[in-house]
C-alpha cells in the first residue's frame, strides 16, 4: 500500500486533493473499488470516472480541471505513469536459488539461480546471476543466459543462442529452431541446407507464448535490446530486428528481412523476405508488406471488412480495373487530354 505522496515521490507527477489517500493496488475506471488507483488516458472515457469508485485516479493536467472532488495524480502520460505504479505493486518474482531434484544440469550455475523440475541444461552452458529457468525448459548446448532473465515453463533455447539480461521468455517460446531452408533438385525434390547461425538476443526483451525464431542459415538472427514480441509469432531465419520494436501477435517475418529501430508492428502483419524496413515505422494490423520502407511514418494496406456480397462487386470492378483506366485514357486522348482543358 501507497499513499499518493509517496508514489509521487518514487515515480514524479504531482497530487490534486488529499495526498494522504492510500491506494494498494491499479485498476480500471469501471472495475476500480475503494484503495484502488484507475487511470485516465482517453477522454472519451470521461463520463466513466464519475460513476468510478476508485479512491484516486491517473489524470493529464488538460484533464483535471474536469475532474471534481476526487484525490488525483497529475502527469503528462497517464498510461505510461500506470505501467510504473502497476509494477511498483506487482514487482518481478525473484529467484528462488537451487536447483531442483528432477533437473538435469550438465554446466555449472550461480549459487543465485533457480532451476525448477524437469529443466535440461546441456554442456558448456553459462547462465548468469538470478537467473529463473521455469519447469520444463531446456537450455541447449553453448547456450548463454544473462543477468536476471527468467524462463517461463517449458521454454526452449537451442544449441549456441544467446538471450541477454532482464529478458522475459514466456511458455512454449522456441529459441534457435532450424529457419527454412532447402535447395530444390530438377525433380523436385527438397535438399536441406545445415542452419548453423545462431539467435543473439539483447537485454531487456520480452518474448510472447508459443513465439518461434528461428537461428540463423550462415549468419545470425539479432533481436535488439528492448523489444516485445506478442504471442505467435514466427521470425524467420536471419531476420534483424532493431532495439525497442514493439510486434503484436500472429505476425510473420520472412527471411533475411531487416527492420529498424522503435518501430511498430500490429498483428497478424506480414512481412515479406529480404526486405528492408526504417526506424520509427509503423505498420497497421493485418498490412501486407511486400516492399521495403524507407521513410518512417505510418503504413496501411488492408481493407475493412464488409459484406460478402458488397466483396464481391467490389472485386469484380477491381478485375476490371486496368482496362477502365485503359477507356479514362482513350476518352482523354480523343478529347485533347486534361492539361488541353484546363491550362491554367
Known amino acids: 500500500m501507497f499513499r499518493l505522496d509517496e508514489l509521487v515521490a518514487r515515480l514524479g507527477g504531482e497530487v490534486s486533493g488529499d495526498a494522504s489517500v492510500t491506494v494498494r493496488r491499479v485498476a480500471t475506471l469501471d472495475q476500480a473499488g475503494d484503495g484502488d488507483l484507475a487511470f485516465l488516458a482517453n477522454r472519451k472515457y470521461l463520463s466513466r470516472l464519475q460513476d468510478s469508485a476508485a479512491s484516486a485516479v491517473i489524470v493529464a493536467p488538460e484533464v483535471l480541471a474536469l475532474v471534481k472532488g476526487r ?8 498510461y505510461l505513469y500506470f505501467a510504473r505504479v502497476a509494477q511498483l505493486f506487482n514487482p518481478a518474482p525473484v529467484a528462488q536459488p537451487g536447483i531442483h531434484a528432477l533437473a538435469s544440469v550438465a554446466s555449472p550455475v ?14 558448456d552452458v553459462e547462465i548468469g546471476d538470478e537467473v529463473i ?7 541447449g548446448r553453448g547456450a548463454r543466459i544473462g543477468r536476471g532473465t527468467r524462463l517461463a515453463p517449458r521454454v526452449t533455447i537451442l544449441d ?5 539480461e532482464d529478458c522475459i521468455l514466456h511458455s512454449g517460446a522456441v529459441i534457435g529452431s532450424d ?3 532447402f535447395a530444390r533438385e530438377k525433380g523436385g525434390r527438397w535438399v536441406k541446407i545445415p542452419q548453423v547461425g545462431r539467435v543473439l538476443i539483447g537485454n531487456q526483451v520480452e518474448i510472447g507464448a508459443n513465439t518461434t525464431i528461428d537461428r540463423g542459415a550462415l549468419d545470425d538472427t539479432v533481436i535488439g535490446d528492448g523489444c516485445k514480441l506478442d504471442n505467435q509469432i514466427q521470425i524467420a531465419h536471419n531476420v534483424r530486428i532493431g532495439e525497442c520494436t514493439a510486434i503484436a501477435g500472429c505476425v510473420g517475418i520472412a527471411g533475411s528481412t531487416t527492420i529498424g529501430a522503435r518501430c511498430m508492428i500490429g498483428g497478424q502483419a506480414g512481412i515479406i523476405g529480404h526486405l528492408s524496413i526504417c526506424d520509427d515505422v509503423v505498420i497497421s494490423a493485418g498490412t501486407l508488406v511486400s516492399k521495403s520502407i524507407t521513410r518512417s511514418g505510418v503504413y496501411t494496406a488492408s481493407l475493412p471488412v464488409q ?9 469484380a470492378h477491381l478485375r476490371h480495373l486496368d482496362a477502365l483506366v485503359g477507356r479514362v485514357r482513350s476518352l482523354e486522348n480523343q478529347q485533347g487530354g486534361p492539361d488541353d482543358r484546363n491550362p491554367g
Open 71 to 78: 484525490a488525483c495524480i497529475v502527469t503528462g502520460d497517464p
Open 179 to 181: 529457419g527454412f531452408g
Open 133 to 139: 529457468i521455469g519447469a520444463g525448459s531446456h537450455v
Open 160 to 164: 549456441g543462442c544467446v538471450v541477454g
Open 110 to 123: 550461480p549459487a543465485s539461480v533457480e532451476i525448477g523440475p524437469g529443466v535440461s541444461i546441456e554442456e
Open 307 to 315: 459484406p460478402h456480397s458488397d466483396w464481391v462487386r467490389n472485386f
